[in-house]
């Protein structure tokens, strides 16, 4: 079965631009995550989504936002990039949305922002 | 607050050592949940163990074990006889009941990197 897929794995924005990136599932897995991972830190969450509504959010600015869709694949847009946006952007899937069960990740979308 | 702290940032050791990786959490809560995941240089973060706040057994898979103390809020992640396979950054992380029970909301530490040399 395919794992977590995210696209696409490498793009480079200029400050100002719009960025989306794109999670599709594990199969049967109906919540997404998305977390921020900038080099040598470890990855910060971002937002949750089960059954197409937001569950969490952690502490991005506006510029951020995600959406679910009935297929359970997800979008996180982010506006007006700035060069502290550059990093490795994760999605991670659950079969449900009960704290503490295990999530499981993608590879990542590598955003450069020059 | 809750947080993860990996106070080693990188180790380095020759394969067939064995290695131990450090992980202390701090939450408030009587419930929670502590993850390992392994970080290869593609980026995808590999799940490796799940252990609840209940459950203080140490546990072993194969060339890996993980110890886990509540007396010391520490989740210690042993690789025996090391391979160059698991050369890595090694994430420690928490999820506690204070975030309204939203599944997705793990605490990451910072990350060991580990290269094991041949």
């Known amino acids: 079965d395919a794992g977590v897929t995210q696209s696409p794995t490498h793009l480079i924005k200029t400050r100002g631009q719009h960025v989306t990136l794109r999670c599709s599932p594990i199969?049967?897995?109906?919540?997404v995550s998305w977390y921020q991972q900038v080099l040598g830190q470890g990855p910060q969450f971002i937002f949750q989504?089960?059954?197409?509504?937001?569950?969490g959010r952690g502490n991005f600015p506006d510029r951020f936002s995600a959406r679910q869709f009935p297929n359970y694949s997800s979008e996180l847009n982010v506006n007006a990039l700035l060069l502290g946006d550059s990093a490795l952007y994760l999605c991670?899937?659950?079969?449900?949305?009960?704290?503490?069960?295990?999530?499981?990740f993608g590879e990542g979308s590598w955003l450069t922002v020059v | 607050a809750q947080k993860v702290t990996q106070a080693q940032t990188e180790i380095s050791v020759v394969e067939k050592e064995d290695v131990t990786l450090d992980c202390v959490y701090e939450t408030r809560d009587t419930t929670y949940y502590l993850f390992w995941y392994k970080q290869p240089p593609s980026g995808e973060l590999v799940f490796l163990i799940r252990r609840n706040s209940f459950d203080e057994q140490n546990e072993i898979s194969g060339r890996y074990s993980w110890n886990f103390q509540k007396s010391t809020s520490s989740f210690n992640f042993t690789i025996t006889a090391s391979q160059v396979v698991d050369s890595a950054v090694y994430f420690c992380a928490l999820s506690d009941m204070n975030y309204g029970g939203s599944q997705g909301n793990l605490i990451f530490g910072k990350g060991t990197k580990l290269s094991v040399k041949p």
């Open positions: 989504y089960y059954e197409k509504e937001e569950r």
């Open positions: 991670a899937s659950g079969p449900d949305g009960i704290s503490g069960n295990t999530i499981y």
């Open positions: 199969s049967g897995h109906k919540s």
